[in-house]
């Protein structure tokens, strides 16, 4: 699929024009740039067999409930999340703010004031010459509406450009919700995997205090070596410590989760004792197109769109304004008058207004919105470019986790099946302790690189969901179900 690049002018910056789809109202200036040749599916997927994940709530796809419960619990109790959700809300209103300049204003005002005068010099009958003073009152009540023309489409582009950054917020907030799920999903993975490796560890201490113990009793009875008896003792000690290193672990990782949840770090947090199956790989041909609703992605289009019409108004500040202003009230000496139709006024006026010198403040506007514009640009074409990185390298080591793990279940199947042998052999007087003692720290070293490896893949299983921005749908599926229904719009 050839999708073309986008080319800033006085910017050595390209972009996928099929991603970026910004309809700026000033119209900018791009130049053609030579295509771009692109996958029209993964080069890393393959084919694979078994029910494909739906497209919500994708952490189901894991198949168990209580991850499920978890992450559900997260999403509504943990406080970052409810302050992004804060933080949506003002967007929300300081888009509404932006969106109420293309009204007129109107306001009621009422009004009271007495007022007095003196004349003084005025000739009086009987020849004195005394001051003469009037009072007066006045009430009144008016309707005061002021609007700016909106001529050249200013107004209405701050208005989407507030749009924009909303929309934009919502993404951000949607990448917090789809980021934190994720981290709940590893933060359980972690901690399903510390009480395995601690229960192989108790498992371990267990099995080494007993053959100690053995050797122990056998050596007072003068049937083994006292080098025996110490190297086994050796051992022991440092399964134990092993043991300790693992109780730390899973105390830390219990906290973690409990924080994710939104409850008080007390450690009191039931572990899972079994990791969960590993879903589907990939099903082969979805579009890369897939990445257009990776929330940041979508995040880094609207605030380009944001910042086009950004532009667009501060080179329209350069043009006259235009407002209106009218009033309309009445007035009297009584308060009765202004509930009557007597003394009704009003004014209508008109304004314009021609900036002619503010000392470059205006064109370095200009200028800064441009330069913003610049590196949204970039940062959206980067943006783009990792996301592929991040999907293309979770598919390619794919195959080689699958082949790690299969060869280190079977490295701990043998290493099992050697430490029994060796077992019998060493207490039937046939192996040396050495042997005896290798056998057994391999058998539960492989058991524990196992747990690690099925641990791995599922997390990078979380990361592609992570980096397809979510669960994904059979092309094929999707494609019946649009065609035998044409009313439904595509979900």
């Known amino acids: 699929m050839k999708l073309e690049f986008l080319q800033l002018r006085r910017a050595p910056l390209y972009l996928l024009a099929g991603l970026c789809a910004c309809h700026a109202p000033q119209q900018r200036d791009y130049n053609g740039a030579p295509p771009i040749e692109l996958p029209e599916d993964w080069s890393a997927s393959e084919e694979d067999e078994g029910p494909l994940p739906s497209l919500q709530d994708w952490w189901q796809d894991f198949g168990d409930a209580n991850l499920s419960r978890t992450v559900e619990e997260v999403l509504e109790n943990n406080y970052d999340l409810l302050a992004a959700a804060a933080r949506l809300d003002a967007a929300g209103a300081q888009a509404r703010i932006a969106g109420a300049e293309l009204w007129p204003t109107v306001g009621l005002g009422m009004s009271a004031g007495r007022r007095r005068q003196n004349f003084v010099g005025f000739p009086i009958p009987g020849g004195n010459e005394e001051v003469l003073s009037s009072t007066t009152t006045n009430y009144g009540v008016s309707l005061d509406v002021a609007w700016e023309i909106d001529l050249w489409g200013k107004l209405d582009a701050r208005a989407k450009g507030a749009g924009a950054d909303y929309a934009a917020s919502a993404a951000d907030f949607s990448g917090a919700q789809l980021s934190l799920a994720g981290q709940a999903i590893k933060t359980w993975l972690a901690l399903c995997e510390a009480r395995l490796q601690r229960d192989l560890a108790a498992e371990r201490v267990s099995s080494f205090g007993t053959s100690t113990e053995i050797l122990r009793e056998r050596f007072r009875n003068g049937r083994v070596q006292a080098l025996d008896l110490r190297l086994s003792e050796v051992q022991l000690a440092r399964a134990r410590a092993t043991l300790s290193d693992f109780d730390l672990n899973l105390e830390r990782v219990t906290r973690e989760l409990q924080l994710l949840l939104g409850e008080y770090p007390s450690g009191a947090l039931e572990a899972p004792a079994v990791l969960p199956p590993i879903p589907p790989q990939l099903p082969p041909g979805l579009p890369s197109e897939l990445l257009q609703r990776r929330p940041d992605l979508v995040a880094a289009r609207e605030r380009l769109r944001a910042n086009d019409y950004y532009l667009y108004a501060a080179r329209k500040e350069l043009w006259p304004t235009i407002g209106l202003g009218g009033s309309i009230g009445r007035n009297g000496e009584d308060l009765a008058d202004i509930f009557d139709n007597s003394f009704s006024i009003w004014s209508l006026v008109g304004s314009i207004g021609q900036p002619i010198f503010q000392g470059g403040r205006l064109t370095a506007n200009i200028d800064l919105e441009d330069a913003q514009v610049r590196a949204t640009l970039a940062d959206y074409a980067q943006a783009i470019l990792r996301a592929f990185l991040e999907v293309e390298t979770v ?43 290798s056998a057994r720290s391999s058998s539960f070293d492989n058991q524990s690189a196992l747990i690690s490896a099925r641990r791995y893949r599922l997390e990078q299983r979380v990361d592609l969901y992570l980096a397809l921005g979510g669960g994904y749908e059979d092309p094929a599926a999707q494609d019946d179900s649009n065609g035998s229904t044409s009313s439904d719009e595509p979900k």
């Open 395 to 437: 598919l390619a080591i794919e195959d080689d986790l699958i082949v790690r793990e299969e060869q280190l279940s079977i490295a701990a199947e043998d290493a099992t099946d050697a430490e029994q042998l060796a077992e019998a052999r060493y207490f039937a007087g046939r192996q040396d302790i050495l042997t005896y003692l």
